[in-house]
């Protein structure tokens, strides 16, 4: 399947990749992946359709033989502004699960965030790939109600090499995804949780029946404990899921490396506005104080130009990863990963973008309420 999944002609978008993929999912597993909270989904189509909206106006007859998308991120360079979003239980995707999404990841030279609920330790993930390559690995985590547990987790991601603590602030409380519980999803036994702490409880289901601290997500965080965060560590440190200025600007107080502009995928509070435009005004916002990375509804490489030249520093892609596990394991990963490449190199290219700082607002314009077409201000 792997070498089918690499050489496939018929996968040329990850719209083609997520029919593929669907193919291959049981009905549940693939609605679990696929679900936004709420009975509208308004935020999961939204983040999707906001990319839309803007039009491109692309610069010509500069030289564009050679273009370069490579990044800081973390102290590293990725080849690409993307990189792979938190997303849980990646066994369900593929048998080789993370290691799989960490391969791939590392072999394109572009970062990985673990989820906190993955199905593979944080140790796994990191030395998945060979020992030369660059490793660019955060560890995601919701803080639980043990502190100490929240620090175990900060002292593992250290000494495994990771870069940054991603902290998602957007699900101390779980959206209410409605296709979830009308199918009656619930974790599959067999699979583990090893970068959380059930102790001696049979699985994670039963310790958080059992309502245990190390395993239960603290309701009653304060912006003085994304602090006390930023200081238990000396990793960066990322908040996930901000939407609005006025939080952007506590986060920048917080001392924290930068904020992730995020719904969560549609999966949590449904009607937010779409990350693409909460962007702008937090961008403003922040000044340059921190950085600021987007995700949700990523699509297509034109959909990441946008998102750069609307002044996010770095994108992040969940479900279309995910479609590529489940199509082809690592090699179907890598092919999520070369679309989207592929397609930002061919954008930038014919909008006369040779790197990524030449891409900026005024590539982008969009219809005003009266149906006239504007081009965006520079700032
Ligand atoms: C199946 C699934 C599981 C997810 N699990 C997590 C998680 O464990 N932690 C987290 O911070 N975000 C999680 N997310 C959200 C992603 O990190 C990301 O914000 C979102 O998927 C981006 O939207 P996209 O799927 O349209 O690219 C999950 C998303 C999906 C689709």
Known sequence: MATEAAESPLILTLRDLEVQANKRLPKVTAEYFADGAGDEQRTLKESIDAFARYRLRPRVGRKVSSIDAKTLIWGGTSNFPFGIAPSAMHQLAHPSGEVATSRASSSRRIPMILSQSANTSIEDVTTASPSHTQRLYAQQTTLVQDWSANLALFRRAERAGCKAIVLSVDCSVPGRRLGEMRNGFVKPAHLVFPNIDYGDAPNLH???????????????????????????????????????????????????????????????????????????????????????????????????????????????????????????????????????????????????????????????????ADGLFEPLREQ
């Open 206 to 368: 039963t310790a958080r029946l059992e309502k245990r601290r190390a395993v239960t997500f603290d309701r009653d965080v304060t912006w003085e404990m994304y602090k006390k965060v930023v200081e238990s560590t000396h990793l960066e440190v990322y908040l996930k899921g901000i939407l609005t200025p006025e939080d952007a600007l506590l986060a920048v107080e917080t001392g924290v490396k930068g904020v992730v502009v995020s719904a969560h995928g549609g999966r949590q509070l449904d009607g937010v506005v779409p990350p693409l435009d909460a962007l702008p005004e937090i961008v403003e916002a922040v000044g340059g104080r921190i950085k600021v990375h987007v995700d949700g509804g990523i699509r297509r490489g034109a959909d990441i130009f946008k998102a750069l030249a609307l002044g996010a520093d770095f994108v992040w892609i969940g479900r279309p990863a995910l479609w590529g596990l489940v199509y082809g394991g690592e090699q179907g990963v890598e092919l999520a990963i070369d679309i989207l490449a592929e397609e930002l190199l061919n954008v930038m290219a014919l909008c006369g973008a040779l790197t990524l700082q030449d891409i900026t607002r005024g590539h982008l314009g969009r219809y005003t």
